[in-house]
C-alpha cells in the first residue's frame, strides 16, 4: 500500500527535525572552522562563504570565481595544486582533491596555509559538479615550523655539546637516544648501548654501580638528581662523570632524560677550528689531528658563538681578515662571556704591527700572522694548552 500524503503536524515535525539536523551540522563545521564550498568545472563559478573569502584576504561582499581563486595561491605551490586539480577532474579516478598549500592575501597579502578536501561529480564521463570543505591551518603549520626549528636547534646542540645526552624509555628499559659524545666519552659508538641498556649499566665502575641505579628509581618517582660516577671504557680508561637526570614527565614518568659531563680533567685537547674555506679548512683538520687533537670544525662565526658555551675544555683557532673582521668576534664575546676557551687567532697583518696587537686586545691568547708555519702554529697550541693544564691543576 502507498503511503498517504503527510499530514501538515508530520511534515511540521519533518521539518523541525530538519531544521535542528541543520543546525547541528552548521555548529559542527562553525566548531571546526570549516568552510563549505562549491565549484563548477564547466563556467568557473564558485561559492564560497565569507570565513573562505577571508582566507583569500577578501571581503564577505567579494566577488570570486576561479580566476581569482588561482591568483592567490602561492607561486611555488601553483604546479602542485594544478596537478591536484587535473587529478580530480579525471574520469578514471575517484575525483578525490585533498591537498595542503599557501595563498597570499589578494588585499592584505598575508600568507596563509589552507587544508582542502572534496569530490568531484561525473556525468557521461565529464566533470558536472564538484563539492569540498576548506580549512585554515597557518597556525598549525607556524606551531610545525617551530617545532621543526625548535628540533634542529636540539639536533646541533647535540651534535657539538661535548656533554652526552640521552633519553630512556622506562617501559622498555631502553635507551632512545644517545648523542654523538657518547662515542668521545664513553668510547664506542651510540649504535652498541641504545638497545641495550644492561651494556650501559655494565659500564658504570662496579663500586658506584648500586649507587647509581638507586639514583635512577628515585628519578622513576619524579625527582630530579645529579650524580657523580665512574665509568670503565672497553680501552681500560677511567673516565668521571656528572650526570644530571631528570623525569619526562608524560601525564607519567614514561621517559628519563640526562646530561652526562665528563669532568674528567684533559688537559684541553680539543681544537674548535673556525674556518670558512673548505681547502684551508680541510688542511688544517688534517694537520691538527695528525698531531694527536680531536678537531672540532665549525664553518662560521655565528655557528660557533652560538654553541660556545656548551663546548667542553679546549682551544680555538680562527681565521681572521683584519681587527675589525668578523673573526674579532670570537674573542670579545668570549671574553665578554667570560667563557674559559683561549682563542689563537690567524690572519694576515700585511705588514701593521698594531694588527696583532689589535687582536690580543681583544682578548686572543695569541696571534700568528700570515705566513706561518705548522710548528709555529702547534707551538703556540701547546702554549696555551700548558696554560689550560695550570689552571685545572689549581681547580683541584
Not at 319 to 330: D, T, Y
Request: hydrophobic share 40%; glycine share 8%.
Amino acid at each position: 500500500m502507498a503511503a498517504g500524503p503527510l499530514t501538515k503536524t508530520a511534515q511540521a515535525r519533518l521539518n523541525e527535525r530538519l531544521r535542528k539536523s541543520e543546525a547541528r551540522l552548521q555548529a559542527a563545521v562553525d566548531l571546526v572552522g570549516l568552510s563549505p564550498y562549491t565549484w563548477d568545472p564547466a563556467t568557473g563559478a564558485l561559492e564560497w562563504d565569507a570565513r573562505l573569502k577571508a582566507m583569500w584576504g577578501l571581503p564577505p561582499d567579494a566577488y570570486v570565481d576561479h580566476d581569482i581563486w588561482q591568483s592567490a595561491i602561492h607561486p611555488d605551490d601553483q604546479q602542485r595544486v594544478a596537478e591536484a586539480v587535473a587529478r580530480c577532474l579525471d574520469p578514471n579516478t575517484e575525483g578525490t582533491y585533498a591537498i595542503e598549500y599557501r595563498v597570499l592575501g589578494i588585499a592584505d597579502r598575508v600568507e596563509r596555509w589552507i587544508s582542502t578536501f572534496g569530490r568531484t561529480t561525473f556525468e557521461d564521463g565529464g566533470p558536472v559538479g564538484f563539492v569540498g570543505v576548506a580549512l585554515d591551518i597557518t597556525e598549525r603549520k607556524h606551531g610545525d615550523e617551530a617545532l621543526r626549528e625548535s628540533e634542529e636547534r636540539f639536533r646541533r646542540f647535540a651534535h657539538y655539546s661535548s656533554n652526552v645526552l640521552w633519553i630512556l624509555d622506562l617501559e622498555t628499559m631502553r635507551l632512545e637516544y644517545v648523542s654523538p659524545a657518547f662515542e668521545r666519552v664513553w668510547g664506542e659508538a651510540p649504535a652498541s648501548i641504545l638497545l641495550d641498556f644492561e651494556r650501559w649499566k655494565a659500564t658504570v665502575h662496579f663500586e658506584d654501580r648500586e649507587r647509581v641505579l638507586q639514583g635512577v628509581q628515585r628519578v622513576k618517582a619524579g625527582a630530579s638528581t645529579v650524580q657523580h660516577y665512574r665509568i670503565v671504557r672497553a680501552d681500560g680508561a677511567v673516565r668521571r662523570i656528572r650526570d644530571t637526570i631528570f623525569p619526562i614527565h608524560d601525564g607519567h614518568v614514561r621517559r628519563l632524560g640526562g646530561i652526562a659531563q665528563d669532568v674528567t680533567k684533559d688537559g684541553g685537547s680539543t681544537i674548535y677550528l673556525v674556518e670558512p674555506d673548505n681547502a684551508s679548512r680541510g688542511r688544517l683538520t688534517l694537520m691538527l689531528e695528525g698531531a694527536g687533537y680531536m678537531v672540532k670544525v665549525f664553518r662560521s662565526v655565528n655557528g660557533f658563538l652560538e654553541l660556545a658555551s656548551v663546548l667542553a675544555t679546549g682551544s680555538v683557532v680562527a681565521q681572521i681578515g683584519k681587527p675589525e673582521a668578523e673573526g674579532l668576534r670570537i674573542p670579545k664575546e668570549l671574553k665578554t662571556r667570560r667563557i674559559g676557551l683561549p682563542v689563537i687567532m690567524i690572519g694576515d697583518a700585511g705588514g701593521d704591527v698594531r694588527f696583532g696587537a689589535e687582536v690580543i686586545k681583544a682578548g686572543a691568547a695569541d696571534f700568528l700572522p700570515v705566513p706561518y708555519t705548522n710548528e709555529q702554529l702547534l707551538n703556540s697550541i701547546a702554549s696555551v694548552r700548558s696554560d689550560i693544564v695550570v689552571g685545572e691543576e689549581e681547580d683541584r
